[in-house]
């Protein structure tokens, strides 16, 4: 594997199609390259035709491969750093959290958590600070999110927002805003 930045999501038997659609959306919103899940919950939900992308509109499942796997660990090269994410004790909160060069980040699933082994193995355990528990989607957005907007890699301004918004969204600010830096 090259030196470059390499980010992956990796799904603890997810069991709703809609949520994996919503994961493979953030996924491509984000540019993670993988998409990995284990269990057969979901696979079994899915095989009811295309559900699972009814909530990725922007179509990341065409660009991003979504594998089921054995084991979320062998899924990725050894330089691949692993961070589960989930609401354990003795995590760190996200806002502190560094993120590595090349990362799997670990969901549970939408009823569960991920297992005390693979907590155990991981090179770190990250939260995120809520009052209550997020669905699966949310928190991967929000870890991807996080994970951008710490990187030199984040891009801001005009450009962005036309290479990003739906093509029915032609709206223009008319007068400027001065907002602190």
């Known amino acids: 594997m090259s030196s470059k930045r390499y980010s992956?999501?990796?799904?603890?038997n997810p069991k709703s199609p809609t949520n994996v659609g919503g994961v493979?959306?953030?996924a491509g919103c984000y540019e993670a390259e993988d998409v990995f899940y284990t269990g057969k919950?979901?696979?079994l939900a899915a095989s009811n035709g295309n559900s699972q992308y009814n909530t990725d509109t922007q179509a990341a499942s065409e660009i991003i491969a979504l594998t089921?796997?054995?084991s979320l660990i062998d899924a990725v090269e050894p330089d691949v750093s692993i961070v589960c994410v989930d609401l354990v004790e003795g995590a760190i909160p996200l806002p502190s959290f560094e993120h590595p060069e090349k990362a799997l980040y670990i969901f549970g699933p939408e009823d569960g958590t991920i297992n005390q082994q693979l907590?155990?193995?991981a090179d770190a355990?990250?939260?995120v600070p809520t009052v209550g528990c997020m669905n699966l989607a949310a928190s991967v957005n929000v870890l991807l999110y996080d994970r951008?907007?710490?990187s030199n890699a984040m891009i801001i301004g005009d450009d962005l927002i036309r290479s990003s918004r739906d093509k029915n969204n032609r709206i223009k600010v008319k007068r400027s805003f001065n907002f602190p830096k």
Not at 8 to 12: D, N, P, R, S
């Open 8 to 12: 992956a999501i990796g799904l603890v």
């Open 24 to 26: 493979m959306r953030a």
């Open 41 to 43: 919950r979901y696979a």
């Open 68 to 70: 089921g796997v054995e």
């Open 119 to 121: 907590i155990n193995r």
């Open 125 to 127: 355990v990250v939260y």
């Open 148 to 150: 951008l907007s710490k």
